[in-house]
T-cell receptor, first 113, second 116 residues
Framework: GNSVTQMEGPVTLSEEAFLTINCTYT??????LFWYVQYPGEGLQLLLK?????DKGSNKGFEATYRKETTSFHLEKGSVQVSDSAVYFC????????????FGGGTRVLVKP | GAVVSQHPSWVICKSGTSVKIECRSL??????MFWYRQFPKQSLMLMAT?????????EQGVEKDKFLINHASLTLSTLTVTSAHPEDSSFYIC????????????FGPGTRLTVL
């Protein structure tokens, strides 16, 4: 079956530091890959997505590239802000995001001023 | 656009009682809604998928008689936790999927259920 593995947190960083959250997946065929963010007290929001190999998703300074050869979709941001403190979930689905999502365990990120 | 609300945002109930949680798509029609459960510091676990006007499809291991799902309209789905017990305490999250450009899951803010 499908599965997503992401690095465990919490990840604590200083403002303006570089952030990487590793995500690898197992899936048959060609899944679509997503990163969701959950800010404190809020629901999940789609941060970015990629639907085929070598696609790069980007939003709000975050980037992730769909690497089929390494089955990875690592999330990166060059300079984090305190407002980026949240829980980040990597997820996949076969087909569009409207189909069943399989989530990773989530990574809590804390950015200190 | 594509806002999903949940009500209540938190609820405390006594063991043995039933609790209903509502999920509404506020500005779009949701042909499909999903219900998830999230344990503290853990990921989301899909409980069931509901399509408007038909019976929900439950994931393996989820008791359909325990977690009753009704999707009576294109903007409302409800999850009823029947005869709740302390082990049902959790964070319940719904998502709604629209059509066309909105054919993705939009998530509600979640409902914190505590069973005493």
């Amino acid at each position: 079956g499908n599965s997503v593995t992401q690095m465990e947190g919490p990840v604590t960083l200083s403002e303006e530091a570089f952030l990487t959250i590793n995500c690898t997946y197992t899936a048959t065929g060609y899944p679509s890959l997503f990163w969701y963010v959950q800010y404190p007290g809020e629901g999940l929001q789609l941060l970015l997505k990629a639907t085929k190999a070598d696609d790069k998703g980007s939003n709000k300074g975050f980037e992730a590239t769909y690497r089929k050869e390494t089955t990875s979709f690592h999330l990166e941001k060059g300079s984090v802000q305190v407002s980026d403190s949240a829980v980040y979930f990597c997820a996949l689905t076969r087909g569009a995001a409207g189909n069943k999502l399989t989530f990773g365990g989530g990574t809590r990120v804390l950015v200190k001023p | 656009g594509a806002v999903v609300s949940q009500h209540p945002s938190w609820v405390i109930c006594k063991s043995g009682t039933s609790v209903k949680i509502e999920c509404r798509s506020l500005d779009f029609q949701a042909t499909t809604m999903f219900w998830y459960r999230q344990f503290p510091k853990q990921s989301l676990m899909l409980m069931a998928t509901s399509n408007e006007g038909s019976k929900a499809t439950y994931e393996q291991g989820v008791e359909k008689d325990k977690f009753l799902i009704n999707h009576a309209s294109l903007t409302l789905s409800t999850l009823t936790v029947t005869s709740a017990h302390p082990e049902d305490s959790s964070f319940y999250i719904c998502s709604a999927r629209g059509t066309g450009a909105l054919h993705e899951q939009f998530f509600g803010p979640g409902t914190r259920l505590t069973v005493l």
